[in-house]
């Protein structure tokens, strides 16, 4: 208990009551306390990404070993993932020690002929769904219902070319959109979550909120 | 991604759309081999001409999800997420990994170099292999010692980070004095009025009843126009990235002259 | 046909409708090659006239360009991206090229070769690629410090230390202004942790889909500029006098969002019209 939870609590106050006060001290000590643990944090955050890969390639393998729905497609994300893998570590002419993967490599290749257009399709899909939902769905059946409507209409209207070509004053009135009620109720957010992020910030400190510690013993 | 719901085939409508998938994929070579490509760029059979061939197929395939999903789309997200993932893990090595652990402790240029590197990166590189131990279920809680350094740092550099951003500096511009001409003033009430009561609307320590609920409902009003100007850069945006899909299927692969 | 299914059809149908129009209007409008006058909005021309002072004040300055995007935000943000750099090679300034997305470093740099090329600048001479380094917010503080000290070497693997390239810069104090183009939350966190702290001149790039977001940092003069979307691409295009891929897709980005709005509109008419003639009914 002491091992598990007693010390990381420690750590989090101890390492978060520094963080705060070097910050109101102009000192080259502080300075270089924070070069030092930036450093550290570039470090860290390396090895994270063998934690997302190994989570990932899990999953997969459950699908399979439990025969899951659609299981045989998990095969092409080992797929993909061995071939990126294989041609990353032959990386022409350099090999795994040298610099990054250079253009025309297959590395390079697979990422600009498979990966790119893969993401950049699949988010495009969402302009489908999106026109789609739109006319299904987007009534002014009140006023709170009606005011979103008119003010997405005004600055579709607005932001492209062509309303500019009909009239100045469709740009200009979804610049005025943006510029005054939208930047107001943005505001009005960022300043809420910004409360929220302090007092969640206070909770951790404290040692009141502890989800982070998530699982693995006690 | 999951897919819309749609109403359950009859089987021959399902061979019938077999059919249609498997005309399509043919249709699609096809194409590839009768398209006329200029005589002074790629060749089709070098690797960027194949490279514009599996791009295009991959991102036919991708949009064959809006008729329904189907067993080509499977195969082509699968390879998406797994090439993303390899690409990730490789980059990781040689932009992260690499020039901050291996070269500066294996390939030092001079001893002195290695004992920095030793003194300044040995306890980062524990706290990271402790980050790994986040895998086991018997080690997991390990990892902690590696989190919280990280979550206390990040907590306790945040508020004031935090205070000065994204509140004191915000502040300021709301209530400013009411100068300049008619629409100046007119758009700084608007922007006290409305930053006021979306903030009133989020206090839920007080009833929003009388004049509480005017204000809150004031705010939900300006709250609607700001999701609704949302909504409409949103639409912008996914209809620019389908317009550079387009762009990319009729220049790139029909090399028609746009 | 049961009753449900016979409504889900129906919806289907319409979707797919709505589909067939969609795609239709932005192949058609791009096969016809339509031109449309781009006027730059103010937010677009801040940016424009922000580099062109750094260009006449202080000739060769370096300038900051981090492109925080992956391929799922390509068809936005790529343009903008290429129109930036464009103008930064023109006026002989030094890009040094981040991102803070790992995904997004392959096409950092095919865009960055591309465009030296382009206009004859060398790695290490007239731009450096300092590509990637996990951190997040973290790095930003340690480039505040030291930025050879977070980046001794750069993509290429060649030492940053000593590289003309950033010959007087040794934080991110020493850089006079910083565009952030991004696809997520970074513009916030360049604010933060780095505007805010350094005291550099920051504008955003960003997709359409965050651009309200960030009205608040422009009146609060945390950001001098904003290019939204490929709107602001095509202005910035517009603006170096260079037009490309935001330019060529403004007329077919017009006409759908007319589409979508006469969609939105007759489907609202349809439910008036329903409205009254219940009410003359009843």
Same mark, same amino acid.
């Given at each position: ?46 090895f994270g990404m063998f934690i997302g890969v190994y989570s990932l390639l899990h999953m ?21 993932a061995?071939?990126?893998i ?133 | ?81 797994g090439?993303s993932l390899g690409y990730g893990a490789m980059?990781t090595w ?41 895998l ?123 | ?134 951190? =997040? ?7 505040? /410090?030291? !930025?050879? $000290?977070?980046? #001794?070497?750069?993509?290429? %693997?060649? *030492? ?67 290019? =939204? ?7 910035? /295009?517009? !603006?170096? $006098?260079?037009? #490309?891929?935001?330019?060529? %897709?403004? *007329? ?31």
């Open positions: 208990m002491f091992y598990k939870r007693t010390i990381p609590l420690i750590i989090v106050f101890v390492t978060g009551l520094l963080a705060f006060v070097h910050e109101f001290v102009p000192h080259p000590i502080s300075a270089a306390f924070r070069e030092e643990m930036t450093t550290w944090f570039r470090i860290i955050g390396g997969h393998t459950m699908r399979v070993r439990r025969q899951q729905a659609g299981w045989g497609y998990s095969a092409f994300v080992f797929l993909g061995a071939a990126m294989v041609a990353g570590i032959v990386n022409e002419p350099h090999g795994p020690l040298g610099p990054a993967p250079e253009d025309g490599t297959m590395f390079d290749w697979f990422y600009m002929n498979v990966q790119v257009p893969c993401g950049a399709t699949i988010f495009s899909l969402l302009a489908f769904f999106m026109a789609s939902a739109a006319f299904r769905t987007f009534r002014a059946r009140n006023i709170e219902a009606a005011l979103l409507l008119v003010a997405a209409v005004i600055v579709m209207f607005g932001r492209v070319p062509l309303s500019a070509m009909i009239s100045d004053a469709f740009p200009r009135a979804a610049d005025v959109l943006l510029e005054c009620p939208n930047l107001a109720a943005k505001r009005g957010i960022l300043l809420g979550v910004s409360l929220g992020a302090i007092s969640q910030s206070l909770r951790i400190l404290f040692g009141i909120e502890r989800t982070y510690m998530g699982g693995g013993g006690d | 991604m999951a897919a819309p719901i749609q109403p359950e085939r009859t089987p021959a409508q399902r061979v019938a759309e077999t059919a249609v998938l498997i005309a399509c994929a043919l249709g699609f070579l096809a194409a590839c081999i009768a398209i006329p490509w200029p005589k002074d760029g790629p060749s089709k059979l070098s690797m960027e001409g194949i490279g514009v061939f599996v791009a295009a197929g991959l991102t036919l395939i991708m949009y064959s999800f809006l008729y329904r999903d189907n067993p080509l789309f499977k195969v082509a997200e699968n390879l998406y997420v090439v980059m040689y932009l992260s990994l690499k020039p901050e652990v291996v070269d500066p402790l294996v390939f030092a240029p001079t001893g002195e170099a290695r004992v920095d590197a030793l003194l300044h990166r040995t306890v980062p590189i524990l706290l990271g292999f402790l980050l790994l131990t986040r086991s279920r018997k080690h997991g809680w390990l990892s902690r010692y590696a989190y919280t350094i990280m979550i206390g740092w990040g907590a306790g550099i945040g508020i004031p980070i935090v205070v000065h951003t994204y509140i004191l500096k915000q502040l300021g511009p709301s209530v400013q004095p009411l100068t300049g001409n008619v629409w100046d003033i007119l758009g700084g009430v608007v922007i006290l009025v409305g930053t006021v009561s979306v903030l009133f609307y989020f206090f839920f320590s007080v009833e929003h009843k009388g004049a509480g609920g005017a204000v809150s409902r004031v705010g939900i009003w300006f709250l609607m126009v700001s999701f609704g100007a949302s909504f409409g850069y949103t639409v912008m945006g996914r209809v620019s990235l389908l317009i550079g899909r387009v762009v990319f299927l009729l220049r790139d692969w029909l090399q028609l002259n746009l | 046909m049961s009753a449900p299914d016979a409504s889900l059809r129906k919806a289907l149908l319409a979707r797919r409708v709505v589909y067939l129009l969609l795609a239709a209007a932005i192949i058609v409008t791009a096969l016809a090659k339509i031109k449309m006058k781009v006027v730059p909005s103010p937010l677009s021309r801040q940016v424009y006239d922000r580099i062109e002072k750094l260009a006449k004040d202080k000739p060769g300055a370096p300038i900051l360009l981090s492109f925080d995007y992956d391929p799922s935000a390509k068809e936005e943000l790529y343009p903008m991206s290429q129109a930036l750099l464009r103008h930064a090679f023109r006026r002989n300034l030094r890009p040094i090229v981040m991102t803070f997305w790992l995904n997004g470093v392959g096409l950092c740099k095919e865009l960055l070769e591309r465009t030296a090329k382009e206009a004859g600048k060398e790695s290490g001479t007239g731009f450096v690629f300092l590509a990637y380094k996990p951190g =997040g917010s973290n790095l930003l503080l340690n480039m505040g /410090e030291s !930025l050879k $000290g977070a980046f #001794d070497k750069d993509f290429y %693997g060649k *030492p940053t230390e000593g590289m003309p390239a950033l010959a007087g810069v040794a934080s991110l104090r020493d850089i006079p202004v910083v565009v952030g183009i991004a696809a997520g939350s970074s513009t916030e966190m360049w604010i933060a942790y780095g505007r805010d702290r350094f005291g550099f001149d920051l504008a955003a790039g960003c997709t359409a889909v965050i651009a309200p977001d960030l009205y608040p940092f422009l009146q609060s003069d945390q950001l001098f500029g904003l290019l =939204g979307g490929l709107r602001g691409a095509a202005d910035y /295009e517009v !603006l170096i $006098g260079k037009p #490309d891929s935001g330019v060529g %897709g403004m *007329p077919a980005q017009s006409v759908a969002h007319f589409l979508i709005i006469g969609l939105i509109l007759v489907a609202n008419a349809h439910v008036f019209l329903r409205w009254l003639k219940r009410r003359r009914e009843a």
